[in-house]
């Protein structure tokens, strides 16, 4: 079906809840996406952070092998790959890339008995436990959920989580009221409560925020990097002031790694940037390679206070979900996708640096911002025009590009869309 058959299609029968560029792809390869007029565009955004590995390959493949085998039977039963997963996320959540290394080879060379072996926890290891959602918004309710269902059965009693303003956290209620954002949350109120704002590396606020409400509080949630505002990643101050703030009054610290996690940054989770092991940490995005996923994480004698019938899901942990999550990190663990986004990310902070009108470049490997100057124009033209030029790139503001791109981005990659940049900016 055409462009303009798909548009009309769409504009009659889907709610009005995005603007579209006007493109339809229909197919897609590594860093490459496929018009419906056989066009061929560079994907600087991956389905905003999703195709870590890119377009087709290894996680197609394997999404239509179990396909075919079982798609779908209920969290009542045990099915394979979810335990592998999850082990793979408690190495990870501990910055452990040897142990993800060993788990993620006996994956991949189908040995059982090793990855049994390699997953069992060493003696002192802080063994962390995963549940599986659909998606980021889910993932970070169930956060909420179990920060504050610790520190009622722990006796701490507080249930305010304190969140950062510019953030962004779900779509759902509970997550747009932790969304402190006027813009997203005025049409919808009221909102759930239970939620306090503090200005992103403001150490002065939250210690009076703290000091106002003590125990009360059982969590601070934050993205260490906001991906929604612009790409702004926090302060080492802060995130660790965060951390020492809230475990002080018996509460948590939540990271939302929804975007910026799984090595996106150049570390596991970005978090660990800081020097700093959160609690509770949520996932989605490129979890799965494309395949709709989420989960979050957390120590276990945070997680071990959820009880059967405390939080559930039809659909989270599938057979299609975790199968393509175990091949996604999987590869990501095994080819070394920590050093190379940070090595790319470097490598493009610098070539975006000298744009004309970039006036700030911003982020962590390769979850990148930059900001434009008046001359440049409206944000969202300069991404059209990139697109009528061949390159999919994201505007998060009038005067601010994102760039996420596959993990597999190469310099020459980069290099091309800085030349499509200077001549649109130029």
């Known amino acids: 079906m055409s462009l303009s058959q798909q548009k009309a299609l769409e504009d009659t029968y889907l709610m009005h809840t995005y603007g579209r560029s006007p493109v339809e792809f229909v197919g897609g390869e590594g860093m490459e996406l496929i018009g419906d007029d056989g066009r061929t565009y560079r994907d600087f955004l991956a389905g905003i952070g999703v195709c870590c590995l890119g377009h087709g390959g290894l996680v197609a493949k394997v999404v239509q092998e179990q396909a075919a085998k079982l798609m779908h039977v209920s969290n009542y039963f045990y099915i394979e790959h979810r335990g592998q997963v999850a082990a793979l996320l408690s190495k990870l959540a501990n910055d452990d890339l040897d142990g993800a290394r060993a788990v993620a080879g006996a994956i991949v060379a189908g040995d059982a008995e090793a990855v049994a072996h390699a997953a069992e926890p060493a003696e002192g290891e802080q063994v962390w436990k995963t549940f599986f959602s659909n998606s980021g918004a889910e993932a970070n309710e169930g956060s909420m959920k179990l920060a504050r269902l610790y520190a009622h059965r722990a006796g701490n009693g507080g249930n305010t989580i304190v969140c950062l303003r510019g953030g962004f956290h779900g779509r759902t209620l509970e997550t747009i009221a932790a969304t402190m954002q006027d813009r997203l949350q005025d049409s919808f109120k009221p909102l759930p409560g239970g939620f306090v704002a503090c200005t992103p590396n403001d150490v002065d606020e939250l210690g009076r925020i703290f000091d106002e409400l003590g125990s009360e509080i059982c969590a601070v949630m934050l993205e260490p990097i906001q991906g929604e505002s612009g790409v702004h990643p926090l302060t080492r101050e802060f995130v660790q002031t965060a951390y020492d703030l809230v475990h002080g009054v018996g509460g948590v610290l939540i990271s939302d790694e929804v975007q910026a996690g799984l090595f996106r940054t150049g570390k596991p989770f970005a978090v660990q940037l800081f020097d700093v092991h959160a609690d509770i940490m ?69 070539r975006l640096a000298e744009v004309p009108h970039v006036v700030d470049v911003r982020g962590a490997g390769l979850m990148v911002g930059c900001d434009l100057d008046e001359a440049a124009g409206d944000a969202h033209d300069v991404v059209a025009r990139a697109l009528e030029a061949g390159f999919v790139i994201n505007a998060t503001g009038d005067h601010t590009l994102r760039f996420l791109p596959p993990l597999i981005c190469e310099r020459t990659d980069v290099d091309d869309l800085v030349a499509c940049l200077a001549e649109v900016l130029g």
């Open 282 to 350: 949520s996932l989605a995005k490129g979890i799965a390679g494309g395949v709709p996923a989420g989960a979050f994480v957390a120590k276990q004698e945070i997680a071990d206070v959820f009880r059967p019938g405390d939080h559930g899901s039809t659909f989270g942990g599938s057979c299609l979900a975790v199968a393509a999550a175990e091949t996604v990190l999987s590869r990501l663990v095994e080819g070394d996708y920590a050093a190379h986004a940070a090595k790319i990310g470097a490598y493009m902070a610098e």
